[in-house]
């Protein structure tokens, strides 16, 4: 294992990026996460890795700081021949603290907006003198991103400029041979839907026209194919992995 190259993996401590960190790791790459207080979770997944005969490693960033961020891209891994370029990269990490968008205040909407999507810009761009000339980003944007929520407007709003920004990225190093690509997530086995209770969770899988929420490892699936030879003539699109709950 080990022989695609490095892929760099934000928020990939828990849920969907530590699925994606797994499925990657399986595929032959080597794994370079990032976590911001789940590190107890983060080495589980390393240690998961590693115990498959994988080989990866974890990185404390808070993505919402520019200077973190930065220091990411120091790593050893990335900075010395011995770890060589970065062939993916996986835009996952965020926050989403559920509130009505109409009590939303300013400061609130600010640090939503700041890890969400001016992190993101943050994380491509200190990465991006490392990224191989045929790279593969994808950014983990919402179904939200798209259709709104009466109780996530920042977060609604951060995932949509981050669906603008990424088919604008994908537009502008097309040329390079870099592909950039979105998958957004409908209703995940994740902690934001830890809450729910039996009845909720219920409902939740009555809208969904596959009867069921979808897994982590249901969007590592996705992530593999779009940085796959398979995907090769995709690029700027919005994967919709729903179950069919939302068809735009």
């Known amino acids: 294992m080990g022989n695609q190259g490095i892929a760099v993996v934000t928020g990939g401590g828990k849920g969907i990026g530590a699925a994606i960190c797994q499925r990657l790791a399986a595929d032959g790459y080597r794994i370079l996460l990032t976590y911001h207080n789940s590190s107890q979770a983060a080495e589980k997944v390393v240690e998961r890795i590693c115990n498959d005969g994988g080989d990866a490693f974890a990185v404390r960033v808070d993505c919402s700081d520019p200077a973190e961020v930065y220091v990411l891209a120091d790593h050893p891994w990335i900075r010395t021949a011995t770890g060589g370029p970065v062939e993916v990269l996986v835009i996952n990490h965020g926050r989403y603290d559920r509130m009505a968008t109409d009590e939303l205040t300013t400061e609130h909407l600010q640090r939503t907006m700041d890890t969400n999507f001016t992190g993101a810009f943050h994380v ?93 490892e249901d969007m590592a699936g996705v992530v593999s194919f779009l940085v796959s030879d398979d995907s090769a003539y995709v690029n700027g699109a919005i994967i919709h992995a729903n179950g069919g709950l939302y068809l735009p």
């Open 124 to 216: 491509w761009k200190a990465l991006a003198p490392h990224l191989t000339g045929n790279a593969r980003i994808v950014v983990v944007g919402s179904q939200l991103g798209i259709r709104g929520s009466p109780h996530g407007g920042d977060y609604s709003a951060s995932k949509a400029a981050l669906h603008t920004w990424a088919r604008s990225l994908a537009q502008a190093v097309g040329p390079k041979g870099q592909r950039v690509n979105i998958l957004a997530p409908g209703y995940i086995d994740t902690a934001i839907l830890e809450g729910d209770s039996s009845e909720r969770r219920a409902l939740r899988e009555g809208e969904v026209p596959l009867r069921r929420i979808g897994t982590p």
